[in-house]
């Protein structure tokens, strides 16, 4: 199947900074990428959707100043995660779907830990 | 709208032993149905797909399942399990939009 690598796998960061998560389609193109957030033993959380070239669209609840998305070219977004806080920490998995396909392509995902 | 209810948060059983994880979800349209398994820390990676043709679907690690339309299930099922088969499972609903939706998952631990 196709691969989506998602860098970096873990982070450590410091309260009130930024991080950057990426997520890549290696063997595909993606015009549609999607940014999960997963809290201990919990399912799979919808952050936003992301799409080539426009905006991204983000699911009720989620604040757009905090958690912005880039989606730069057919095989890259980037989540980044504005003035960190503990309570941002969480594990972030990124997906990707082949435009006319039907199954979405998972990253290895990103545990973040803000301190 | 579209859910999916996994039934089960968490299901022990003993090595070599078969086990069901069960799914069930609502839709008013036509859907295709995902079991993703997640080790730790790790993504998730597909474990089969139902997207039409048979009702039983099998799919990677001796998992399969079963589409039950009227029943509005699609349970997941190995006959033997393995200490390596421990890990959380996500049953998921795609509509043919771009959302997937996912299950709050099953913790499978399968002891010696």
């Known amino acids: 199947g196709a691969v989506v690598s998602q860098h970096p796998s873990r982070v450590i960061c410091k309260s009130g900074t930024s991080v950057k998560i990426e997520c890549r389609s290696l063997?595909?193109?993606?015009?549609?990428m999607f940014w999960y957030r997963q809290f201990p033993k919990q399912s799979l959380m919808l952050m936003a959707t992301s799409n080539e070239g426009s905006k991204a669209t983000y699911e009720q609840g989620v604040e757009k100043d905090k958690f912005l998305i880039n989606h730069a070219s057919l095989t890259l977004s980037t989540l980044t995660v504005t003035s960190a806080h503990p309570e941002d920490s969480s594990f972030y998995i990124c997906s990707a779907r082949v435009e006319a396909g039907t199954e979405a392509f998972f990253g290895q995902g990103t545990r973040l830990t803000v301190v | 709208a579209q859910s999916v209810t996994q039934l089960d948060s968490q299901v022990p059983v003993f090595e070599e032993a078969p086990v069901e994880l069960r799914c069930n979800y609502s839709?008013?349209?036509?859907?295709?149905l995902f079991w993703y398994v997640q080790y730790p820390n790790q993504g998730l990676q597909l474990l089969l797909k139902y997207l039409s043709g048979s009702t039983l679907v099998k799919g990677i690690n001796g998992f399969e399942a079963e589409f039950n339309k009227s029943q509005t299930s699609f349970h997941l099922r190995k006959p033997s399990v393995h200490i390596s088969d421990t890990a959380e499972y996500f049953c998921?609903?795609?509509?043919?939009?771009?959302?997937?939706?996912f299950g709050a998952g099953t913790r499978l631990f399968v002891k010696a």
């Open positions: 839709s008013s349209v036509s859907v295709y």
């Open positions: 063997d595909f193109q993606a015009t549609t």
């Open positions: 998921a609903v795609y509509t043919g939009g771009f959302k997937t939706i």
